[in-house]
């Protein structure tokens, strides 16, 4: 998938079932194109769910954060690549290899994980996509969760997570809107900034570091990830609506 040129909702597929998650991608796809699978998700359905999401044109976030010994990611970020679909379209007498896709766009791994983890990630990310003959996947590494305290350290310790992250190879990282301007200040526009915890209005949940989608955008933030306040909606085609207007003005 190439960079976009203008930042992109992703919607966080926080849900337990492949069944919960095809509702949500049947209702909102194609206003949005883009979709996180999580822990939650992915432990209930496995890659079924993002041959689901790829199946119906969308394109998928891995969100697994993956933390581990150097081979055990290597080798996970390879596998993710490798998850594919031959769409429903192609005709017959077409060849199928020349119709595979591959709906995994992005992965994410712990930058805590240490340079030699990270190297290895997107090693993993190349060498696969080279024998794939396809697009590397962006691999972006998580500064800290949106769930931890907010405090004084806190830019810091993220401006030092990505220096790593840089240093190691990857494309880019996951962080708050609190940081996001200062990370696009220092390490420029084609450093990628996908930024969680973002929402609607005054909401209380476990995600303290939050921000609008204005914040998000003003702060140079690439990819917007939203999940609650579309997933618990009571009418979660208008919300989106309402959050694209935001984005891209009203009609979108």
Same mark, same amino acid.
């Given at each position: ?24 991608? @049947?209702?909102?796809?194609? $206003? ?7 822990? #939650? /998700?992915?432990?209930? &359905? =496995?890659? %079924? ?99 931890? @305290?907010?405090?004084?350290? $806190? ?7 990505? #220096? /790593?992250?840089?240093? &190691? =190879?990857? %494309? ?81």
């Amino acid at each position: 998938m190439q960079r976009l040129s203008n930042p992109e909702i992703i919607l966080a597929l926080d849900v337990s079932t492949l069944k919960e998650a095809e509702r949500f991608v @049947d209702l909102l796809y194609p $206003k949005i194109k883009l979709f996180k699978i999580g822990s #939650q /998700l992915f432990t209930a &359905s =496995g890659p %079924d769910v993002v041959k689901m999401v790829g199946d119906k044109g969308g394109n998928v976030f891995l969100d697994l954060k993956f933390h581990d010994i150097p081979n055990t990611v290597y080798c996970s970020i390879g596998t993710g690549s490798t998850i594919s679909i031959v769409p429903h379209q192609v005709d017959v007498g077409e060849e199928i290899e020349d119709n595979i896709t591959f709906p995994v766009f992005m992965m994410t791994v712990h930058i805590k994980g240490g340079r030699p983890m990270l190297e290895a990630a997107v090693k993993g990310a190349i060498e696969k996509s080279n024998e794939l003959k396809i697009e590397k996947p962006f691999i972006v590494g998580v500064t800290r969760l949106t769930s931890e @305290d907010d405090s004084s350290d $806190k830019l810091t310790e993220v401006l030092q997570a990505a #220096q /790593l992250a840089k240093d &190691s =190879g990857l %494309d880019g990282v996951v962080c708050s809107v609190l940081e996001a301007a200062k990370v696009r200040e220092v390490y420029g526009k084609d450093f990628i900034i996908v930024t969680p915890g973002i929402r609607q209005g005054q909401v209380t949940d476990d995600q303290k570091r939050t921000a609008t989608v204005k914040q998000a955008v003003k702060a140079g933030s690439d990819f917007l990830v939203i999940g609650r306040p579309i997933i618990q909606s009571k009418n979660p085609l208008k919300t989106t609506e309402e959050i694209l207007g935001d984005l891209y003005g009203a009609g979108n």
